[in-house]
């Protein structure tokens, strides 16, 4: 008889142990969130000149050179008139703004149609962030947000800008508006990055998506009350990377189960371990 007793009593604890599975937790806390909104960027320098032939012509000689800094008036080409016969003196090319040469098109000795592009000019140490961004953006847009930008071919990451401009017209193709960004520092014209607006700090509570329970259109977050595990039922809000917002439902400092190697129901006692798998010495 005592040997039956003592087999129960060993069931019963087995049992108990069986149903108080190993879970970690966590504490819901409010989190400050950056809302951002992010948009590819191209940079462009404010000077810009494209120098084109006017005529049919042959080139005959470089003024300038890649990289050189010209002003206004400063010959950068030589060019003549395709036809010998004639007596056309050859035509000189100026510069129509001060800058640094940044393209030479046309190599000495072609021949160049009306229109053709001979000569870029910029100035890398004057430039840009152009973005695009779609019409559904537009009025969350304000002068002087701030922003990052980062160019992964260069390896750049986390460069200060603030919004500059804001067009006052949609692209009627693209469904666009153009805005201009403002750098903390100079990044090479025609380079494409990623630029990241910071429209404005939010305070929310952020769990991973792996804790919640879903119930048909309904979803739950297993707390810890009176002793037991509570599903509670929330209110989610938007994503942000693998974490979503609660929106309703739970409030900072309660207690959710983070961890949970089994499926659990309302009302069931669970065992807590610490996020580094040692045990707790108590059980809810």
């Not at 989190?31 to 000077?47: C, G, M």
């Not at 053709?116 to 779609?134: A, C, F, H, M, R």
């Not at 390896?155 to 805005?179: H, R, W």
Request: glycine residues 8%; aromatic residues 6%; positive net charge.
């Amino acid at each position: 008889m005592k040997s039956v007793l003592m087999f129960l009593l060993f069931a019963s604890f087995a049992t108990q142990a069986a149903e108080s599975p190993k879970v970690s937790i966590e504490t819901a806390k409010i989190e400050s969130v950056d809302n951002s909104l992010n948009y590819p960027v191209q940079i462009r320098s404010f000077v810009d000149a494209q120098i084109k032939a006017d005529a049919d012509l042959i080139v005959m000689k470089h003024l300038v050179r890649l990289g050189q800094r010209v002003e206004k008036g400063d010959p950068i080409l030589e060019l003549r008139h395709p036809d010998l016969n004639t007596s056309y003196k050859n035509r000189v090319f100026r510069a129509p703004m001060p800058g640094v040469v940044a393209g030479i098109h046309a190599p000495v000795g072609n021949s160049v149609t009306n229109g053709t592009l001979l000569v870029s000019i910029n100035d890398p140490k004057k430039v840009y962030g152009q973005v695009e961004i779609p019409v559904a953006d537009f009025k969350k847009m304000k002068i002087g947000l701030p922003a990052k930008l980062k160019f992964d071919q260069f390896g750049v990451n986390g460069i200060e800008a603030t919004v500059a401009g804001i067009g006052a017209m949609v692209d009627s193709k693209l469904g666009t508006v153009p805005i201009e960004l403002n750098l903390s520092e100079s990044v090479l014209p025609g380079s494409i990055g990623m630029a990241s607006i910071s429209l404005k700090k939010e305070d929310m509570i952020l769990v991973d998506e792996k804790v919640l329970y879903f119930s048909g259109d309904d979803v739950f977050l297993a707390v810890i009350e009176a002793e037991s595990v509570k599903k509670k039922k929330i209110e989610l809000g938007r994503r942000f990377k693998n974490r979503i917002e609660i929106k309703t439902g739970v409030a900072e400092g309660e207690i959710f189960v983070s961890d949970s190697p089994k499926f659990l129901r309302d009302g069931q006692k669970v065992q807590i371990v610490k996020k580094d798998g040692k045990s707790v010495d108590k059980t809810l």
